[in-house]
């Protein structure tokens, strides 16, 4: 039994690791679009199979220690719980790679505003990332509660870009591409908070075991 | 045995009922589009506490079926895939609401083109979903396989929409609003057919035993 714990902590290592990446990858994208530097936007790129190979390992981990160790109670919902959290981990690997993409294809164009809010919600969603990991290692059912609260203010923030930039293609049909390109990122970074709150969701589920999702449904 | 292999059978139904669910709800959302009816797209949105009902039970049942049956082996295999194939099913009811919100806010609009590529691209995810549950259904893994064909033509209809509403939209600055949300439609429309791929690769995954997730590892 001492082994299946060095196992589950081994788990636990590779997701904090992939966490790692991927909050890593966010954080170079949005440097790289908000001082134009292509060279961070490139290593994002080219380090998106790293993520992939993790995200691959840590399922066929927990795939073997279910099969092996045939865990039950706490040990199965961790169990379960690393395989939704390494999902969510790799999308958001996945949108960084997206934002990395549209801020190579801005590269070429004046910076369009709103480069104050898109840097606003980046570091937003960063920290709901942060948190929701960290709730998760430390098995923190209120600091996941926290990340579950941040969801309306990214909300907010990406409608008050979007009003932006409309207003700006408006005035300026020239920079059309350059204002959809932020929109999708204001909106990519948007989702990685989704799939932070997703994580939040998992970490209350495996700690108290009670299904926070889709918490509309307890009020019908 | 007996009765778990009663149980898997079950936990299959309730997938297949749980894709036909999301099935319907694609395509309303896209008639309701379409045919500027504002009922349908109203209907998406009503059902959506039903899918996540659905979500939440498959998953009480997959969880429950690991720490019960304790399976090894194809069956083990079954459940993660169940507990994968939830999820992307899930997600694809959101992005089916989506469509059915950006069509309501374009009920007051005239329609903009391109009323003839979208719901092209809306048939052929809606294809490819249907393809990836039936080779689950029947442990397929040349249709699934099929599947993963599809992805570089949604791709490609997604692009031609893209470029065929921004050129709209500098002839025309008074439909941005509405080509916006028709850029956004086709991009949830295709994120439909990512999850379809993801099925489908956890379907051959779940057959053959060999993940074809991430293949540009393999030539690396």
Known sequence: M??????LEELNQK??????????AIHRAVRSLVEQDR???????????????????IDGLATRLLALRQPVARDLRLLTAALKINTDLERIGDLAVHVAERSLSLMHHPLVKPMTDIPKIASLVQSMLLKCLDAFVRSDADLAHSVLL???????LRDSIYAELLEIMQRD??????????IFIARN?????????????????LV??????????ESQ
């Open 2 to 7: 001492r082994h299946f714990t060095i196992e």
């Open 15 to 24: 997701l904090l690791q992939m966490g790692g990446l991927v909050e890593s």
């Open 39 to 57: 060279s961070l936007a490139e290593e994002v790129i080219r380090d998106e199979p790293a993520v992939n190979r993790m995200e691959m390992e």
């Open 150 to 156: 941040s969801d309306d203010e990214v909300d907010a």
């Open 173 to 182: 049909p020239s920079v059309l591409t350059a204002a959809i390109d932020l």
């Open 189 to 205: 970074l948007e989702r990685i908070g989704d799939h932070a709150t997703n994580i939040a969701e998992d970490v209350v589920f």
């Open 208 to 217: 108290k075991g009670i299904d926070v999702r889709h918490k509309a449904l």
